[in-house]
């Protein structure tokens, strides 16, 4: 038996879900005129999620304890601010608020995708249907038999501080916000648009590097000073399931930066973007199967829901490793790559190798028990583990986050192209690297950049020096500040007028 309002507004999500995915399939086949549908699907499909937990959020406030959900995690001597946070205190509250953060950014996603509307929005509606039909199977409004209980079991006394409030919901909108670059990055390999990806996805990059790093020193704050644990990071497998995404996500903004100003890295930040997301759902996975119930304290215990975490687990990561494999060649490769370690450009990618390669010791060490499962005996890695792997890697990277503010990006190539071409002279440095950089677009159709005068040969009629008109300019004063501009971007080469009469005779 379940409470039919909720489920139905579950059930309605995923159908709506699907509806607006295939619609948005239909669309980038070519069918423009389905685009007000699935958008219409997908507005229905959030406006769902939001009446679900809204559902949800009543039953709580209003005691109803014939809800397995709500007898399990509220009672009646629970303070307002305590009952509305037993909402994401159990598994199904917790993916419901997931998914309800997710409903929420997409709305955001699709008008700032753009041209890129189809593909970004099929992906992340994929990325959270597995999740919405885990709480179809799954639900949260499932009813006890009689007779009702007077009251719940209540919230865990170790989960009734104010922290409980604010803590998961911060959590939870890194998670979800962190869709939006993997859906951004799979959608640039489906389609081979290396570039513009970036630029739409680096804020929703930054929002998952905040959110998740707030979250995680408000969950080392609330371990210091409520739970008495002796400290503020514990390396518990839980807190080291948030802390593996976020330095991906920091080692992928980072790695964006470069490809926005700098043109380089594409492959590294589809691969990274693939990683953080993949790690995500890794996490949940080991800590919402219950495989980890024995080494953590926060683990959850199974809910049967574990085939369906690996399903997903392995349909994205098979999904991201098939893409770049197949697309590998076809990447565009590096810019001509800066070397010596005056480089800004070398000290970025080795504070993403330093990221990365923190990340994937600590993730080795959170999956131990898993690994030594396997052997018949499980068990997990020392405190120390980590602290001996950590502390270098933390060491490096402040090192080189102090460096990099003082190595400039053209003093470093003017230092390299002088030792090269200007045999020491920094001019000749300095001009070599002017060569070596990219001519960027300008307002108005002109480009940037240096572009070196020539001498007209013997002979040869010295060409007008004028400019490619971009758009048709809409009065005189216009067009004349026009190319006056251009006059300060290109200035005209000097004039060399062709020898007169009096000049062949004193040859």
Wanted: some cysteine; charged content about 15%.
């Amino acid at each position: 038996m379940y409470f039919w309002p909720g489920v139905a507004a579950i059930w309605a999500a995923l159908l709506f879900g699907l509806a607006s995915l295939i619609a948005y399939f239909r669309v980038d086949r070519g069918r423009s005129d389905l685009l007000p549908f699935a958008r219409g699907a997908y507005a229905a499909f959030a406006t769902s999620i939001v009446a679900s937990s809204a559902v949800l959020l009543v039953l709580l406030l209003q005691h109803r304890f014939d809800v397995s959900y709500v007898n399990s995690y509220s009672s009646r001597d629970l303070p307002l601010h305590f009952l509305i946070s037993t909402l994401w205190a159990g598994q199904e509250g917790s993916f419901l608020l997931w998914c309800f953060w997710g409903a929420l950014i997409g709305l955001l996603v699709w008008r700032s995708a753009k041209e890129q509307e189809a593909p970004v929005m099929i992906v992340y509606l994929a990325t959270f249907l597995g999740t919405v039909a885990i709480l179809c199977k799954q639900s949260p409004f499932k009813l006890l038999p009689p007779p009702v209980p007077e009251d719940g079991v209540g919230l865990n006394p170790l989960l009734q501080d104010p922290w409980m409030v604010i803590h998961p919901p911060v959590m939870f909108l890194g998670f979800a916000s962190l869709s939006v670059p993997f859906s951004f990055a799979i959608a640039a390999l489906w389609k081979k648009r290396w570039d513009g990806w970036v630029t739409r996805a680096i804020p929703w990059a930054l929002l998952t590097f905040v959110m998740l790093g707030t979250a995680i020193l408000m969950g080392g704050y609330w371990a210091y000073k409520t739970l008495g644990w002796g400290g503020y990071w514990g390396w518990d497998p839980v807190e080291n399931t948030s802390l593996v995404p976020w330095l991906f996500t920091a080692a992928l903004v980072h790695g964006m930066f470069l490809q926005r100003v700098r043109q380089r890295h594409r492959k590294i930040n589809l691969i990274l973007a693939c990683s953080a997301f993949a790690t995500i759902l890794y996490g949940t996975f080991l800590t919402r199967s219950g495989v980890l119930a024995d080494f953590s304290v926060h683990s959850f215990i199974d809910l049967g829901i574990t085939g369906w975490l690996v399903a997903i687990l392995l349909a994205f990561t098979t999904l991201s490793i098939g893409l770049i494999a197949v697309r590998w060649k076809t990447i565009p490769a590096l810019a001509e790559e800066e070397t010596g370690l005056l480089s800004r450009g070398v000290l970025f990618v080795l504070g993403i190798a330093t990221f990365c390669a923190l990340a994937f010791v600590i993730l080795l060490g959170t999956s131990a028990p898993l690994l030594t499962r396997l052997s018949g005996n499980p068990s997990q890695v020392q405190t120390s583990f980590y602290g001996k792997t950590a502390t270098p890697a933390a060491l490096v990277l402040l090192v080189l986050s102090g460096l990099v503010p003082f190595v400039s990006w053209k003093a470093a190539a003017a230092r390299i192209a002088g030792g090269r071409h200007g045999r020491g002279d920094p001019r000749a440095g300095a001009r070599r690297a002017r060569s070596l950089e990219p001519r960027l677009p300008l307002p108005g159709g002109f480009r940037g950049g240096h572009e070196p005068s020539r001498r007209p040969a013997q002979g040869e009629e010295r060409k007008a020096h004028r400019s490619r008109r971009i758009s048709r300019p809409r009065r005189r004063g216009h067009h004349a500040r026009r190319h006056r501009g251009l006059r300060r971007l290109h200035p005209l080469p000097a004039a060399h007028p062709r020898p007169g009469p009096a000049d062949e005779s004193r040859r």
